[in-house]
């Protein structure tokens, strides 16, 4: 996969749910219950209980249908079994360039984790056109849409504090997508097995999400008339 595909499911899919040290027995369960409110793409991060076999698994369930992500890779080890396992994409919460030359020589996208402007120039020099800012929550949609002005043309998925109250406006301030873990797939529903609530909320997440890419869609629309 190659970026320009990359950010072109992301936009697509509009939000990442990550799926953080789930109960391996529940992981199925919480997936059907995402794709069932909207959601296409997810991200398995790699803290997580037997996540190459997680990933695997996914795949194996889901085939094409579900966009994989494999998260919080440290090491180029990580790098290589989650590329073995079949992620369509790799994601690190930092920036370490050496995991980004070991996905490009797999054939791999590493999205890596930056905050500050010297991050953004390190990580594009290193070929990494898409960038996770991590932890956006605290920083706010503001700071990133005042990186997208000396950073215009750079594709920015927010991770880290988003909720559904302010995803829509990181889009807004220029975001392609957003991650979203706990706030998405909170532990507590999880193992009560509340899956409805789980897909409620991602319906709701993905309708602010819609409705932003649609207005989007128009604005630039008439600007080009």
């Known amino acids: 996969m190659n ?6 499911r992301v936009k697509q899919a509009g939000a990442i749910a990550i799926l953080r040290r789930q109960p391996i027995h529940s992981v199925l369960s919480v997936v059907d219950a995402l ?4 959601i296409t793409a997810i991200e398995v991060t790699f803290d997580s209980e037997g996540a190459q076999e997680l990933i695997q698994s996914l795949r194996r369930t889901f ?11 440290m090491t180029p080890a990580q ?6 396992a079949g992620a369509d994409v790799l994601l690190s919460p930092h920036l370490d360039v050496t995991l980004v030359e070991t996905a490009a020589s797999l054939g791999a996208v590493m999205i890596p984790g930056i905050v500050t402007p010297t991050e953004i120039v390190q990580a594009t020099r290193a070929g990494a ?16 849409k005042d990186l997208l002005g000396p950073f215009h043309g750079t594709s920015f998925i927010p991770t880290g ?6 995803a829509a406006d990181f889009l807004r301030a220029g ?3 957003v991650g979203m873990g706990s706030a998405l797939v909170p532990k507590h529903e999880v193992e009560a097995g509340d899956w409805s609530s789980i897909t409620r909320r991602a319906s709701e997440l993905m309708r602010r999400i819609r409705e932003v ?7 630039t629309a008439e600007k080009r008339r």
């Open 3 to 8: 970026h320009m595909v990359l950010q072109a």
């Open 35 to 38: 794709m069932a409110g909207g």
């Open 63 to 73: 085939g094409q249908d579900l966009f994989i992500g494999a998260g919080t890779l």
């Open 79 to 84: 790098v290589r079994q989650a590329v073995e």
């Open 129 to 144: 056109d898409t960038l996770k800012l991590f932890p956006a929550g605290p920083l706010g949609p503001a700071y990133l």
């Open 161 to 166: 504090g988003i909720t559904v109250d302010n």
């Open 175 to 177: 975001a392609i997508g």
């Open 213 to 219: 890419q649609s207005g989007v869609q128009q604005e």
